[in-house]
């Protein structure tokens, strides 16, 4: 059962372009979502974050958005960098009995210079 | 920069035999969790241990599989007999007592059973 899904595996921008990645969840128990990136060979970084209390979370170029009615979450990435190619997690954590951390599946972004 | 390390970052097996995985985690942090990515694949949780407490398993193996953080020293992923579909990334991550955010992810253990 795939509770954190992410359903585009890859994702083609444009240098300079606005890169939107995707994630849904099913468990509405879930009160904090993050966002990783992991290059090749590496493990996953983190990137940012935000609660449930909360519909957006910004830092620099990336912002989160929350829409808790759709359980639904998107990180967006403006302006797009080659160096911004790698796969992005989403990840999703319950407040309530376990401290599980569930990720989603990933999206592989590719920016084109 | 004491951040999560993960020992041995490649390990090669002939089937049948055992594989260990090592984790220390960030200076201060006492829970541990492990996951797994199959190639083309995302990361699967495992099990999130706490020092010498294992909180939560459910995503491992019911078979083969184990982990351990002791009191003193790293955490050790442990799989018995090892078979093809074992090959895979193993990551380790950790957090402080208090969970605040987000998990800090070694760099990964790559076991490859031949």
């Known amino acids: 059962d795939q509770q954190v899904k992410q359903n585009s595996p890859s994702l083609s921008v444009q240098e300079g372009r606005i890169s939107i990645l995707n994630c849904d969840y099913t468990?509405?128990?879930?009160?904090?979502f993050l966002w990783y990136k992991k290059y090749p060979a590496e493990g996953p970084t983190f990137l940012i974050s935000?609660?449930?209390?909360?519909d957006k979370n910004e830092d620099g170029r990336f912002t989160v958005f929350l829409n808790k009615s759709a359980k639904h979450l998107s990180l967006h990435i403006v302006p797009s960098q080659p160096g911004d190619s790698a796969v992005y997690f989403c990840?999703?954590?319950?407040?309530?009995?376990?401290?599980?951390?569930?990720f989603g599946t990933g999206t592989r972004l590719k920016v084109l210079a | 920069n004491a951040g999560v390390m993960q020992n041995p970052r490649h390990l090669v097996r002939r089937r049948g035999q055992e594989a260990r995985l090592r984790c220390s985690p960030m200076?201060?942090?006492?829970?541990v969790y492990w996951y797994r990515q199959l190639p083309e694949e995302g990361l699967k949780f495992m099990v999130y241990?706490?020092?010498?407490?294992?909180?939560?398993e459910s995503g491992m193996p019911k078979e083969r599989f184990s982990a351990e953080f002791p009191k003193e020293g790293p955490s050790i992923l442990r799989i018995q007999q090892v078979v093809r579909g074992d090959s895979a990334a193993y990551f380790c991550?950790?957090?402080?007592?208090?969970?605040?955010?987000?998990?800090?992810f070694g760099e990964g253990s790559r076991l490859t059973v031949l």
């Open positions: 200076k201060g942090h006492s829970h």
């Open positions: 935000i609660s449930s209390i909360k």
């Open positions: 990840a999703a954590k319950g407040i309530s009995g376990t401290y599980k951390y569930i």
């Open positions: 991550a950790s957090s402080p007592a208090v969970h605040t955010g987000e998990l800090f």
């Open positions: 241990l706490q020092k010498e407490n294992i909180i939560d």
């Open positions: 468990n509405s128990m879930f009160d904090y």
